[in-house]
């Protein structure tokens, strides 16, 4: 079981919020004001054609991306 987590600031009053490293990808609540947290990533998501604009589009924050191909 791993104890590790993360700070997430809330978008709408900049409390911190402890996340779990095992809810990546989920939205929280914040504990203060009970808006919905953007949801956490901490390792790399591997997208295709068919669902990369979907998710970049709809993702809150800054995004990093890295393309390859296999030639």
Request: charged share 15%.
């Amino acid at each position: 079981m791993s104890m590790t987590s993360y700070i997430i600031k809330c978008p709408s009053c900049g409390t911190g919020n402890s996340i779990p490293a095992e809810k990546e990808g989920l939205r929280g609540l914040c504990g203060n004001c009970k808006a919905i947290l953007p949801p956490l990533y901490c390792h790399p998501q591997q997208l295709s054609e068919h669902n990369f604009d979907s998710f970049v589009s709809s993702y809150p924050g800054p995004v990093l991306v890295e393309f390859w191909v296999p030639w």
